[in-house]
């Protein structure tokens, strides 16, 4: 079973530019997340979503990120305009259909550095 | 707010030491507990996890992690570690009930050395 795909692995750029990630989840997997881990910290949520609706955006700092998955299943980060402490890695996860005794699978991140 | 608190930054051992890594979190209600580790330059992989029944779990590569309900704790035990358990460690928790997502401690960073 091919696990969570996540493009590019590293991204630099330079504050006020824009970045987009990609995520394409495990088949058949109808939730998605999106992660933020800052250096020393732990994995932060920014976005949910189930299908293609989100069902958490409460901790998107929407003046700057956006968020979609258009047809449920691959999905699209995009950070306009990047501020340094947006450096992070960014986590793509999934799971299939919401349910007490789920489990998460993980992409490898993109390591995005803003300078 | 839930929130996870793992009390170790930073923990060094020789191989064949005995691990113990706590992890308490912050919740009134039933919660699904998780262990990932993050081995250098790889994704997160889940250890172990528990749901509901026996409190005390086993996990992947020796590890196992036992739930005090009453302590707020759930943590990682493995009785000898290997150079190959270096890396890094998150506790985590979900609120028991549909489409809630995983909410991550700080980790903990476990140098083994041979």
């Known amino acids: 079973e091919a696990g969570v795909a996540q493009s590019p692995r590293y991204k630099i750029i330079e504050k006020r530019q824009s970045v987009a990630f990609w995520c394409n989840p495990i088949s058949g997997h109808a939730t998605l997340y999106w992660y933020q881990q800052i250096l020393g910290q732990g994995p932060k949520l920014l976005i949910q979503?189930?299908?293609?609706?989100?069902?958490?955006d409460s901790q998107l700092p929407k003046d700057r990120f956006s968020a979609e998955r258009l047809k449920g299943v691959d999905s699209t980060l995009k950070i306009q305009p990047a501020k340094l402490e947006d450096s992070a890695v960014y986590l793509c996860?999934?799971?299939?259909?919401?349910?007490?005794?789920?489990?998460?699978?993980f992409g490898q991140g993109t390591r995005l550095t803003v300078v | 707010a839930q929130s996870v608190s793992q009390h170790n930054h930073h923990v060094i051992l020789s191989e064949a030491a005995s691990l113990e890594l706590g992890c308490n979190y912050s919740?009134?209600?039933?919660?699904?507990l998780f262990w990932y580790v993050q081995y250098p330059g790889q994704h997160l992989q889940l250890l172990l996890k528990y749901f509901s029944g026996d409190p005390l779990v086993k996990g992947i590569k020796g590890f196992e992690a036992e739930f005090i309900k009453s302590k707020f704790s759930f943590n990682l035990r493995k009785p000898s570690v290997q150079w190959s358990d270096t890396a890094e460690y998150f506790c985590?928790?979900?609120?028991?009930?549909?489409?809630?997502?995983?909410?991550f401690g700080k980790g903990t960073t476990l140098s083994v050395s041979s």
């Open positions: 985590a928790l979900r609120r028991a009930q549909a489409g809630t997502a995983l909410i």
């Open positions: 996860a999934s799971s299939r259909l919401p349910g007490v005794n789920t489990e998460a699978f």
């Open positions: 979503f189930q299908n293609n609706g989100v069902v958490d």
């Open positions: 919740y009134g209600g039933t919660v699904n």
